[in-house]
């Protein structure tokens, strides 16, 4: 029953599809948002738990991103002060 439908606008990367499901049984377009994810007329579901997240993704989710936000920030205010410095003639080098 699941090899019946498919998935048409987005990728299979989370286990509850967003986007309109297209049922090959009636051939019918529908938004699961609005139908409590089955089909309006036959009923369908298609099987959220077999769509399995990938492994990029599970890995981005460990990524500390604050503190990768903060260093971003950092190299930006570093290099603002090193433009601003060259713009009134600081020269730390030789001090
Ligand atoms: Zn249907």
Known sequence: MASLARL????KLTTRPVGR??????????????TDGACPICGWRPDYEAV?????????????????????VFCVLAALGVIVGLAAHINLATR
Request: hydrophobic share 35%; proline share 13%; glycine share 2%.
């Open 8 to 11: 048409r606008e987005l990728p």
């Open 52 to 72: 399995p997240r990938p492994a990029w993704l599970e890995t981005l989710d460990r990524v500390p991103w604050d503190y990768v936000s903060l260093g971003v």
């Open 21 to 34: 499901l297209h049922c090959d049984l009636d051939d019918w377009d529908f938004d699961p948002r609005y």
